[in-house]
């Protein structure tokens, strides 16, 4: 698995985590506040996109575009 597709994952993750137990957590007076679901939507495009790039550039190579003749 590729960096960007790690972090996509984890980004997810997150984003399911907040949608099945909610944005905060109070217990014994304690709050655990989650990141803000709109931020994570916003990562998860961008990872998205660079994932697919990665993907794209592994099957095609990252091959120079310039031709090069010999005379």
Known sequence: MTEAQQR????????????????SIRKDGRELRRADLASLRMLETQYAKAAAAETTAAKYGARNRISYLKI
Do not use: M, S, T
């Open 8 to 23: 996509l994952a984890d980004v997810r993750a997150a984003i399911k985590d907040i949608l099945e137990k909610g944005q």
